[in-house]
């Protein structure tokens, strides 16, 4: 399928180094991005589907990396059905698995845990509810798996690894398991803050420091935050990602923000939601955060679109998360609430409110155009202005 987008207002790249984007068209073919900016008239009339965007904002889909998977499109937690379905009309279009700890009776023997995270990566490899892709499968770091067993999962496609819910007798104990999952090429994120669910324990800066995952998951608090002295030193005494997330403590996600600012490390700084947990399901919830930091610590809001899209794709080396030609074509169009007193998606994000959602295109499919069913009405009009494709993208049947 060819896509594109025209007319629209205002391009946010995803790369917090450069931010924006000139031009007013997308291109998307196969998948892909073919081009940003500006685009020849032979170009756009070629496509399948042509998208106006009526003068709105185009982002990079957002990238939710800290999503509680399970089986299928239902979170036992909060015994939902759909729900994935539901976050992609939050404008969410990644999905990422904090580990498949919400598995009812969920194994924790070596041979165990590799057979779930085995088989929820598989699961996934081509189901995409709604139009979401979800990296599904992030091992479970428990006492007796050695570094042969990451190297076997890692071998078969498993590239996540978590530390914070096994049963070792301190946090100190992960370090070897995430140094095994460092050396078998795994992204490795550890549970941070007070516990959460039955199996995990208080995670402080002493033991971030000490094991030194590649991220620090909600290090706002998941959802009890850790104190407020580690916060500093985890910021400015390491490389690791710093992930902030809705389910947290709100007081600490505009500290992190602010620190990670002042002390240059903005790149590392990135946006998840840690739901479905018995925070509940939070469709826009990375909307909210990215208002949260911009309106309350003073983050300009397209860098705040950057710790949601760009930021998160780097971190987890996904090739998404920028709108740039030859990336994975997932583009989301946003728009200052109907309604409200800002004229712009962005000067609404800066004054606090939510973007509304005009349309999201993930793989260079349109899976709506027109409104989300999660937001609020687009002030400006989004629409299909043509198709040759017996398909109705405007979204009136969700």
């Known amino acids: 399928m060819r896509t594109a987008i025209v007319n629209i207002g205002t391009i946010v790249s995803g790369n917090w180094k450069s931010p924006f984007v000139a031009g007013d068209t997308i291109v998307m073919a196969d998948g892909r991005i073919e081009s940003v900016g500006t685009a020849g008239a032979a170009a756009v009339e070629s496509c399948d589907v042509v998208i106006d965007a009526g003068g709105t904002t185009a982002i990079p889909g957002l990238i939710d990396s800290h999503v509680h998977i399970t089986f299928g499109d239902y979170t036992p937690r909060q015994r939902t059905v759909g729900y994935l379905e539901s976050y992609l009309h939050g404008g969410i279009t990644t999905a990422i698995s904090a580990s498949e700890v919400h598995v009812p009776g969920r194994p924790s023997d070596a041979e165990g845990v590799k057979a779930l995270a085995l088989a929820a990566q598989r699961c996934f490899a081509a189901y995409r509810p709604g139009g979401i892709r979800v990296h599904a499968g992030s091992i479970i770091l428990e006492p007796g798996l050695t570094g042969d067993d990451l190297t076997e999962v890692a071998r078969k496609g498993v590239w996540l690894a978590k530390a914070g819910f096994g049963a ?9 398991l995430v140094a095994a999952a460092k050396t078998a090429g795994m992204v490795t994120t550890m549970h941070t803050g007070g516990s959460s669910i039955p199996g995990s324990g208080a995670i402080t800066g002493d033991h971030i420091l ?4 590649d991220v620090s998951f909600h290090i706002n608090g998941g959802p009890t935050a850790m104190p407020d002295r580690d916060f500093e030193r985890v910021v400015r005494e390491t490389d690791i990602a710093l992930q902030v997330c809705t389910a947290g403590n709100l007081r600490t996600t505009l500290l992190c923000a602010r ?21 509940g399901i939070m469709p826009l919830g ?7 930091i911009a309106s309350l ?4 809001p397209e860098q705040a679109v950057c710790a949601a899209t ?5 971190v987890y080396r996904l090739d998404t998360g920028v709108l740039a030609a030859g990336k994975e074509a997932d583009v989301v169009l946003i728009d200052a609430p109907d309604g409200g007193t800002q004229t712009t998606a962005l000067a609404a994000i800066k004054h606090g409110d939510i973007a509304a959602i005009g349309a999201v295109v993930t793989a260079g499919v349109p899976r ?8 609020p009405a687009t002030t400006a009009k989004v629409r299909v202005a043509s198709c040759r494709i017996p398909q109705d993208f405007s979204g009136t049947g969700h």
């Not at 000490?210 to 995952?213: L, S």
């Not at 610590?297 to 300009?300: E, G, M, Q, S, Y």
């Open 168 to 176: 070792v007798a301190t946090a100190f104990e992960y370090g070897p």
């Open 368 to 375: 709506f155009v027109g409104r989300s069913r999660n937001t």
């Open 259 to 279: 620190l990670a600012r002042e002390a240059g490390a903005w790149d590392r700084f990135i946006i998840g939601t840690d739901t479905p947990t018995g925070s």
């Open 297 to 300: 610590a003073d983050i300009a």
């Open 210 to 213: 000490a094991v030194r995952p």
């Open 310 to 314: 760009g930021s998160n794709a780097r």
């Open 286 to 292: 990375i909307l909210y955060t990215m208002a949260h």
